[in-house]
């Protein structure tokens, strides 16, 4: 990635984390990043190519954060693994947390290409459900709406980790939100 791309989707996370998307013209993202527009749009095409762009960059970023979980863990270890680097990552970037879910249900990221986005950047997602449907430990619904699921949980219990710190650093606090994450994938209701 180019220095001036970079520069850009920098200024246009600070942008959309403090003043979302409508307050992000391309203007003022051109400004803050340093460069002329024609220079933003030889870059991207449009705001929304933008946008998009650096959707995708969060997700490779918080996927190229998170390690792979061993394999010989039972499959919830596996899960609780993946949880709390993620976890551990937004907390750490409360900006792009602020991005992705202002950004999570606008019209500029259509469902498939957030599903995409998805499954390319955190591929252990897909994998891991389709494992557990296998083997009967996750509930056997449609995979796109075990991702939406999987998402929105995750976004919801970072954002209140993000809100209140002191909650995202206590124990119970975290054990509980993977807890109703795993309730809410394996259809169970079970113990921290």
Known sequence: MTDKRRQILDAALTLCAE?????????????????????????????????????????????????????????????RHYWRQAMGWMQAHPHELK??????????LARPLRSQILRDSLRFLPVLLVQGQASGELMPAPEALMLEVCQSQFLACASL????????????????????????????????
């Open 19 to 79: 003043d979302g998307l409508q307050g992000a013209a391309t203007a003022r993202i051109a400004r803050a990043a340093g460069v002329a527009n024609g220079t933003l749009f030889h870059h991207f095409p449009s705001k929304e190519l933008l946008i998009q762009q650096l959707y995708q960059d969060v997700k490779q970023r918080l996927g190229a954060a998170i390690s792979e979980a061993d394999p010989a863990l039972p499959l919830k270890e596996q899960a």
């Open 99 to 108: 991005f992705v879910l202002g950004f999570f249900h606008s019209p500029l």
């Open 161 to 192: 980790f993000v809100d209140s710190p002191e909650l995202g650093q206590d124990s119970h606090w975290q054990a509980s939100a993977f807890a109703l994450f795993w309730s809410a994938i394996s259809g169970t209701l079970d113990d921290a």
